[in-house]
């Protein structure tokens, strides 16, 4: 499934995020909370291109990247990515098919060259929803983009376990 949907501004950066370990102002044993000033001040000093991962349960991730320039062509096999937009504007190549990609790490591939894409412009407060298995590319043409990805078993992980 793919979608785009603007939620206005991105309440879920200040709100609970995940089950797991504690990190910000409030927590139990049952879910993370993390400000969004607390979010945002870890990517903020960066250089170019930083992930901060949220503290979290087994077989998710939630990564708040800062990227100020175009990231590689990637696919992960496992994992469907949920893309929301905190600040910024870049488009996002999703779909198709990858060449010339190479293995970075247990089902994740990064770069080559992609063909026969969907392109979408997002800004802050759009939300965009990536299947595990299919391609996509940030697009950064300048500024700043700050964004959420959380990280969920894709229908593949889902059917195997």
């Known amino acids: 499934m793919r979608a785009v949907y603007k939620i206005g501004?991105?309440?879920?950066?200040?709100?609970?995020?995940v089950a797991g370990s504690s990190m910000g102002a409030t927590a139990s044993h049952e879910e993370t909370f993390v400000s969004a000033?607390?979010?945002v001040s870890k990517v903020q000093s960066a250089s170019h291109q930083?992930?901060?991962?949220?503290?979290?349960?087994?077989?998710?991730?939630?990564?708040?990247i800062r990227r100020d320039e175009?990231?590689?062509?990637?696919?992960?096999?496992?994992?469907?990515?949920?893309?929301?937009?905190?600040?910024?504007?870049?488009r996002f190549r999703v779909g198709g098919t990858i060449t010339g990609n190479?293995?970075?790490g247990p089902s994740e591939w990064r770069g080559g060259t992609m063909t026969g894409w969907r392109e979408y412009t997002l800004s802050a407060g759009d939300l965009l929803l990536i299947p595990a298995g299919v391609p996509h590319q940030a697009i950064v043409t300048?500024?700043?983009?700050?964004?959420?990805?959380?990280?969920?078993?894709?229908?593949?992980a889902r059917v195997a376990s």
Request: glycine share 14%; charged share 20%; net charge negative.
């Open 50 to 64: 930083v992930a901060y991962e949220i503290p979290g349960v087994a077989g998710r991730q939630v990564l708040m």
């Open 37 to 39: 000033g607390e979010l």
């Open 9 to 17: 501004s991105v309440a879920i950066l200040g709100g609970v995020l």
């Open 70 to 90: 175009t990231g590689d062509a990637e696919v992960h096999t496992e994992l469907d990515d949920t893309i929301i937009v905190e600040r910024g504007t870049a």
């Open 142 to 156: 300048s500024g700043t983009f700050l964004y959420l990805t959380i990280k969920t078993p894709g229908k593949a």
């Open 102 to 104: 190479h293995q970075t």
